[in-house]
């Protein structure tokens, strides 16, 4: 199946290619044989583009309730276009493997794909931003929420958590006149999010349009992530990572938030298992990409997604707290406190 790319890096003049800047938005169509997006893969307007996503998520007589799902995910720094999409793939791949049919359409932002160039890829990040919603999701609720059921949701990994707030941030300030800022969409899912724990604190104003705009927001975190440890001292923002310390445990939080513990799942793999098994997969550090390739968080994500059991009910996952989980099945001994 042929995969979508909302990609908004500028044109290399003269090739076809992508480049490390930020360009207008260019919605494409990849082939399921290509290893690299192009631009040569642009379908023409966001018209066509959504014609195509529907095609496949509503096929000709789909029974109600049988549409797929529209997943956005969107990658995190130092990513380059081939490692989105390959990631975007297997994040598809995945979910459909457990029962979740559903559609992934990577967001494609620019990043100067060195991790020394933190900076850079955060002042990009804040200037594509606003083009995840504007030119993704209004465009998407525009065009099926009149007589299309199909669901939409968002998951973002590291630096993609930031670009999800501030998108949702920047619409909300400048509204939307054919939406009347009503839009919405279903999950919010956030892993190794690259996040200020403290702003997730109830009704913190910099994350208010998240919450108002999703139906839940799930976020995993693992306190053996590296990459976010060394975030903490190149980001301005220098307070803890949400994907490192999960939500404040000291004020109440916001009641569609969910906080999924997966260190201690992390610590469970060998730690030569889970190097040898994650680099066959994806490129990356492995203490900051782990997920994409372990079967128990795929598990609780495509539960996550599908939405149809209570977040108390999800197998594979331990409460801990009124909004806290572990995630695996831990004995009563080893249970964490929050």
Known sequence: MNNYILCVRNKVSGEDNFGSGLGSASYLEVSDGAIVPRPSDKVGGVREWLDKIVK?????????????????????????????????????????????????????????????????????????????????????????????????????HSMGGFIVREAFRAVDKGRNSDLANDWRIGQVVLFAADLSSDCFALNDTEMVPVFNHCGRLTNYFSGHDEALAVSNVKNIDI??????????????????????????????????????????????????????????WYDDLAYTLKGQIDRNSIPNRTRVGSNDFVLGVLQNSEKIPR
């Not at 804040?126 to 939409?152: M, W």
């Not at 469970?268 to 782990?290: F, N, Q, T, Y």
Request: negative net charge.
């Open 239 to 296: 307070s803890s990572r949400v994907g490192r310390v999960g939500m404040p445990i000291d004020t109440p939080a916001h009641e569609k938030a969910v906080d999924v513990d997966s260190g201690p799942r992390y610590a469970a793999i060998p730690e030569a298992e889970r190097k040898e098994s994650l680099e066959k997969v994806v490129d990356g550090m492995v203490s900051h990409s782990w997920y994409l390739n372990d079967p128990i």
């Open 56 to 156: 496949q998520a509503i096929p000709p007589e789909t029974a109600p309730g049988n549409e797929l799902d529209i997943i956005f995910f969107v990658h995190g720094y130092n990513t380059d276009s081939e490692e989105a999409l390959k990631r975007q793939r297997l994040v598809e791949k995945e979910l459909r493997n457990r029962g979740f049919q559903c559609i992934v359409i990577g967001f494609d932002w620019p990043t100067a794909g060195s991790a020394a160039l933190y900076a850079y890829d955060r002042f990009e990040a804040q200037n594509a931003a606003s083009l995840l919603v504007k030119g993704g999701i209004i465009p998407f609720a525009n065009y099926t929420r009149k007589d299309c059921p199909i669901n939409i949701h968002v998951m973002a």
